[in-house]
């Protein structure tokens, strides 16, 4: 469920798996997202559970079996993946 980013280009990233040496990284403009939302997921002690997008959105209500089961979660518990 959580995604990483390291920001490197195609040809960095290749040239890594080969064992050599990239320029220095260069922050990419843009990186789309292909495997789903990111998301921050807070469990809090009276019970409530918040799913916010990255820019704070509130998306609760549009997930509602993860509601559901964050529900199980222990008290004051914080997560930030992908769904």
């Not at 990483?4 to 320029?23: K, P």
């Amino acid at each position: 469920m959580i995604g990483v980013s390291h920001g490197l280009d195609a040809a960095g990233a290749d040239a890594r798996c080969r064992g050599g040496q990239t320029s220095p990284a260069r922050p990419a403009p843009a990186e789309p997202k292909w495997d789903g939302y990111r998301a921050l997921l807070a469990r809090y002690a009276d019970g409530r559970v918040m799913i916010r997008s990255r820019r704070g959105t509130d998306t609760t209500m549009a997930f509602p079996e993860v509601t559901a089961a964050a529900a199980a979660l222990p008290v004051d518990v914080g997560l930030d993946g992908v769904m």
